[in-house]
């Protein structure tokens, strides 16, 4: 053994009621779910941390997924390739383009819904489609006397001010997607979010309409490095306005939205907020492309 090493102690719980206990005596615990972001990161070994480690792939109630009238429900250990391959038929366009974007298949075998909203340093295609859906996640607190549970919205973990920082040392439990149907749903990726995450750019957008009218407009931006992008104010600006667009009103919300970004806290670069406009009025003609067919 190396002086100074300390080597790091893996512990295996089988449910969740030993895994909420575990979390409470070991609060900096590294949690290993799919481990793909983890074993991602530079790390020396043998290391003087010997940070312990809780492995979550043996705790069962976390790999369920179930369904209801309204809602589909799914444990935060369950792949994304499960998650693809069980819900073909159910899931959202964009949630599932979302997913099968997430990396090739050895990647999306391993890694876990959970362990992507997780990343405490990037927001990626999870959560940028699951923020648009306005998703909720199941959070456990171990640290109360009786451990409490609670459900957060998507958008408030990736936003600007980061909430994820105060769920320390909570678990994340279960992600529950409504399923109600949109007219108009996309996803799509500018750059690679993986390799260069300080140029690229994540648009995720679910709308409902009654030609002409659009009821509901939603989008999410994501940039890795900093945060999902979300304005009440320009998908306002979008819905009020009847399909298909007049040329003039595209370019007026793209306008708007440049004005937003330049405005906004996100620290984004010129490159990443033109690529946000283009992406986003590629999306408009998109949607203009489909009300006419």
């Excluded at 209801?68 to 994304?80: D, N």
Aim: aromatic letters at 8%; one cysteine or more.
């Amino acid at each position: 053994m190396y002086e100074g090493v300390k080597a790091a102690a893996v512990h295996n719980p089988s449910s969740l009621a030993e895994l909420v206990l575990l979390r409470n005596r070991l609060p900096g615990a590294l949690l290993w779910a799919g481990g793909t972001a983890i074993m991602s990161k530079t790390r020396l070994y043998p290391a003087s941390d010997g940070i312990d480690i809780i492995y979550l792939g043996n705790v069962q109630e976390l790999k369920r997924i179930s369904r209801s009238e309204r809602y589909l429900e799914i444990g935060s250990q369950v792949s994304i390739e499960q998650i693809l391959r069980v819900g073909q038929h159910i899931l959202h366009p964009v949630f599932a383009g979302a997913c099968r974007e997430s990396g090739p298949y050895v990647i999306r075998s391993q890694a876990t819904i959970g362990g992507s909203l997780s990343l405490e340093d990037y927001s990626l295609n999870i959560p940028t489609a699951l923020s648009v859906l306005e998703s909720q996640v199941e959070i456990r607190n171990p640290e109360n006397k009786k451990p409490s549970t609670q459900w957060i919205p998507v958008h408030r973990m990736f936003s600007r001010n980061r909430e994820r920082s105060r769920l320390q040392p909570a678990i994340i439990t279960r992600v529950r997607i409504q399923l109600e149907e949109g007219d108009f749903e996309f996803f799509n990726t500018v750059g690679e979010p993986y390799l260069n995450p300080d140029e690229a750019v994540i648009l995720s957008v679910f709308a409902k309409y009654n030609l002409p009218a659009i009821s509901e407009y939603r989008f999410a931006l994501s940039f890795p490095l900093y945060g999902i992008f979300r304005s009440r104010e320009i998908e306002t600006a979008v819905s009020i306005n009847d399909l298909p667009f007049e040329q003039r009103d595209i370019s007026r919300i793209i306008r708007s939205l440049r004005e937003d970004l330049q405005e906004s806290s996100f620290p984004i670069s010129p490159l990443q907020r033109e690529r946000a406009c283009r992406v986003f009025e590629y999306a408009l003609h998109r949607m203009n492309s489909q009300s006419i067919k």
